[in-house]
């Protein structure tokens, strides 16, 4: 835990909690001899799930949106050093991933399998998730977290003391629909939505991996740069009440290049894709 200090955030106090969401959505998922998830080509998540089965002794399986490209890149080159077997779908099929056709296909081709949404984001995710606050060492009033699929605002919101909020700053463009989904993970988790959460659309820079020179390259650029511009935005225009204290979440790596990883030596999941 830091504290940012940028003159623009006036009274308000920013803290940076920085926290491997993927490895919380992770912690209830796992415990099957052999685990499937999807996700993109830069998918944190698959290499997360593949460095947790190196170092635990499962099977790993990564579905791969689009068409393999050779050679690989680091993120799957990563996933694949740690044991992972990729597939592919294309585009078409991915985005039926959900779909019973697609699922039991899956599993007519791997055998007795735990299959994982794309992000890790379902009920066992969010409990993980729901473990954070707890782990928050200075006081707070707002916690933030950039949101791709839900799971790890869901948890957070659920997993807050009384009379904290959680604030979400989607990265996708056009992204109502994970209000939706946000209420939906917490209702299959807990059984009822806590309400105590906003999601805020305006920061999403164009749209998924769309980037800007605006955001700070310290950060993380795809997730983390974007929710910490939109902090200090709204607090510029004087969105949160005089002196309140905000504890950002930063689930993302810093801004060291991609290629710079190298070989798997760590739990290093990169940012939350």
């Known amino acids: 835990m830091e504290e ?12 940076l909690k920085h926290d491997d969401n993927k490895a919380r959505k992770l912690k209830y998922n ?17 290499r997360a799930l593949a460095r947790a089965g190196m170092e635990h002794g499962f099977e790993t399986i990564g579905v ?70 707890g782990e928050i060492d200075v006081d707070y009033d707002l916690i933030c977290c950039p949101v791709g699929t839900g799971g790890t605002l869901a948890g957070i919101a659920a997993g807050l003391p009384e009379g904290k ?14 209000a939706d989904e946000v209420a939906r993970l917490q209702r299959e988790a807990y059984g009822e939505v806590s309400g105590n959460w906003d999601l805020d659309l305006d920061y999403h820079f164009g749209g998924y991996a769309k980037l800007s020179p605006s955001l700070d390259p310290a950060f993380e650029q795809v997730y983390v740069a974007k929710m910490i511009y939109g902090i200090v935005d709204r607090a510029r225009q004087g969105a949160f009440a005089p002196g309140t204290r905000v504890v ?16 798997p030596t760590g739990f290093d999941s990169g940012d939350p894709r």
């Open 64 to 133: 791969v949106r689009g068409e393999e490209r050779l050679p690989l890149n680091p993120s799957l080159a990563y996933a694949k050093a740690c044991g992972m077997r990729l597939t592919y779908l294309d585009r078409a099929a991915y985005r039926l991933k959900h779909t019973a056709p697609v699922l039991d296909g899956l599993r007519e081709r791997f055998g007795d399998v735990a299959i994982l949404p794309e992000g890790g984001s379902n009920a066992a995710a969010v409990r993980g998730c729901a473990e954070l606050p």
């Open 248 to 263: 950002a979440v930063v689930t993302g790596q810093p801004s060291t290049p991609v290629a710079s990883w190298g070989a």
């Open 30 to 46: 796992l415990g099957h001899p052999r685990v499937l998830s999807f996700g993109g080509a830069h998918s944190g998540h698959l």
């Open 165 to 178: 909020r959680a604030l979400g700053f989607a990265v996708l463009k056009g992204a109502a629909f994970l």
């Open 4 to 15: 940012m200090r940028d003159p623009r955030l006036g009274t308000v106090r920013l803290f």
